[in-house]
């Protein structure tokens, strides 16, 4: 079976995550064979570099020779048991790792089987710790403009991606969305810090306007991942931290994209050197391996929860998979990981390479920023840089660069006009140079308005 007829099959049958199918009319779907360290192989043995840690995920390959080795030995121990009444050694060893290394103060792990579970159970814990203390008014959320939080409905109601929310905003809550931090929109001469700090206004508007009926704000630190890699300093966060407490609203920082060393640090909430009252971790918690997700809170919250049963005070939020003894195996091989190889130090030469070889990009006609946060660097492709004019998104010059770089052998998936580069931090610095290259060409290809002889190769494939 070639790539050919794995695709038909699997378009007879199965309706892909964020996809109009029918695009697969035109563009080709690549079923993938095997995978190992930063490549992707499909059935005729061509090869992508994943420069998006599928999806973020990945943090050290596929097919990581350390985390198959824990996996597979936890797999012949315990593959699954029910956390309710119920424990298993990897679920209290991960915990104990995790509250060792997160922001002082969290030492309460929930566990959930994705990153939308875990933004649910921070704002149903946010929500019934005011309920229990007796603060009945709170019933709210205060988002930023451009969030992504997820796709379950309480999650994509404290999302603010349009295109993800629109149709279904009948069915979704109504939280309070202030305009976004995002240096982007800072004025020419202004630093990213004075944007950030003139930003709060807002916020801090907000909280003192609605803070009586508002549990939580609720952020991802530092990069607004999905919303377009929109980035900002960490003194918001700071300023955040010191106005929730002010005005006695919680503060749930989304970490799920930006935790486990994205920004440069292990997570983004330690620039800033705050602690949230929620933090909720997934994506590369598992090392990009299995579903998983926790929310890490402080004993102030837990202890609201904490009586006798006939209060009825009780977290009764569960998922069939939580704290699954098979994920917890994988996230403390990558925890091992982290430590062993001194991982943080090592990303700084591998970020700092990622900047050298897309530098040239700022002076592209068709660049309007190369922007960066350790290992997460965004390009702003535009149609006119001096009034930084977006292309249309009905171009969809993102497909076209999607396109190019698949020819090339490189996954890059950018969100609309951004493009970016996100990889498992075991990519070599020859492969960064690589795919800066393909971006740049790809990026050429995507602006240009002649049709790309490979892009047509590449529908040919299909
Ligand atoms: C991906 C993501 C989520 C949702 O996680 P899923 O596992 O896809 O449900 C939530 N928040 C942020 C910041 C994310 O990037």
Redo the contacts with the bound molecule.
Sequence with gaps: MNNHDWARRDLAVVWHPCTQMKDHEQLPLIPIRRGEGVWLEDFEGRRYLDAISS??VNLFGHANPRINDAVKAQMDQLEHVILAGFSHEPVVRLSERLIALAPPGLNHCFYAD??????EVALKMSFHYWQNVGKKNKTRFINLAG??????LG?LAV?DVSLFKETYQPLLLTPITVPSPDCYQREAGESCADYSVRAFAHMERALAQHAHEVCAVIV?PLV???GGMRMYDPVYLKLLRAACDRHGVHLIA?????GFGRTGTLFACEQAAITPDFM?L??GLTGGYL?M?VVLTHDTVYQAFYDDYARLSAFLHSHSYTGNPLACSAALATLDIFAADDVIARNRALAAEMAQATAHLRDHPHVAEVRQMGMILAVEMVQDKASRTPYPWQERRGVRLYRHALSRGALLRPLGNVSYLMPPYVITPEQIRFLAEVMTESIDVAVSDRPDASSATATLLF
């Design positions: 999806w973020w994705n990153g939308s579970a875990a933004i969030s992504y939080h997820g796709e379950t999650a999302g991802e607004q991942c999905a989304d970490e799920i994209a930006v909720c997934s994506k579903p997700s």
